[in-house]
């Protein structure tokens, strides 16, 4: 571990000159690359740092235990980096695993009505003020993308972006699909009904991560709609993109500008061609080593929110938690915190065999 730790020390003093060097700062793309990488590291090595540093005071103290005048303040300079050194050891371990590189990004998340027709609609609707308000808290911001409304408070579909440092790190366990159970308000007879959604988070991507050739893509425009199919506007600034190789569409409506809907449209469609391409290469690793916590997998039931017993269990982790109220008015942190500390488990357990 100490090797590794010494490399990635000097691969840090490396970038500390490139970033620096004017001829790199000129080639913006290369310089993003390396400030990235930098900043990765930077974590790990200011740790290490901190242990040669604590260390150096251990064996600055052994050796002042040879001086009677000394020896107690020696005492306890040994006992305090005694105690440091094993925690800041597991502290660089898991420093050590290998960074989701996406971890920073924004996100894309899309919800989709599953099964349970009206019912499935209004809960994707819960789902989204739930992300809504676990955004508000974190202080990310949101942009919806694209809607498909029901007309009483639920959706068939809707796209949003959510903006912020770290924004995919906290809500990558979201994709799967989410089963609801509760009796509807249509429901006379009192029977609980189970219907789902589905969630998919994407990370934002760059123009630097996915090669998309402009040729490829095919643009329409047509004129936005709301609730019940009624125009919002009289113009065609609603904008869908088809990506024809891999026949992956986007498309974007909520603003009033073509030029705009179509940037959203183009992150949208490049996220989801990233994802694509990201889900090929996990499932070609899939065989060494199945999370517990799961890749984002959107057929697999990852979650269940149980309206009569005030309980939501989170199936991967085996997790439930009866703060029902709170955790659908965005208090999430309990539940995100447990996903990431399973997955940290069982990474660093990967990387120690």
Known sequence: MFQKLEDVEKRFEELNKLISDPEVISNQNEWKKLMKE??????????????????????????????????????????????????????????????????????ICEIRAGAGGEEAALFAGVLFR?????????????????????GIGG????????????????????????RVQRVPDTESSGRIHTSTATVAVLPEVQDVEVDINPADIRMEVFRASGAGGQHINKTSSAVRLIHEPTGVVAECQTERSQLQNREYAMRLLRSRIYEIER?????????????????????????????????????????????????????????????????RAEKLKGHEE
Do not use: C, W
């Open 279 to 343: 889900e090929k290469q996990e499932k070609a690793v899939a065989s060494e080593r199945k999370s517990q916590v799961g890749t984002g997998d959107r057929s697999e039931k990852i979650r269940t929110y149980n309206y009569p017993q005030g309980r939501i269990t989170d199936h991967r982790i085996g997790l439930s938690i009866f703060q029902f109220e709170n955790f659908l008015n965005g208090d999430m942190d309990e539940m995100i915190d447990n996903l990431i500390a399973t997955d």
């Open 130 to 150: 739930m992300y809504s308000m676990y955004a508000e808290r974190k202080h990310f911001s949101i942009q919806v993308l694209n809607e498909n409304e029901t």
């Open 38 to 107: 930098h900043s990765d590291l930077e974590d790990v090595v200011l740790k290490y740092r901190e242990y040669k540093k604590v260390k150096q005071d251990f064996d600055e103290a052994k050796e002042m235990m040879n001086d009677p005048e000394m020896k107690e303040l020696a005492e306890d300079e040994m006992e305090k980096a005694k105690d440091l050194l094993p925690k800041i050891e597991e502290e660089l371990k898991i420093l050590l695993i290998p960074k989701d590189p996406n971890d920073d990004s924004n996100v």
């Open 155 to 178: 959706y068939k579909e809707i796209s949003f972006m959510i903006t912020g440092k770290g924004a995919y790190s906290r809500f990558k366990f979201e994709s799967g699909v989410h």
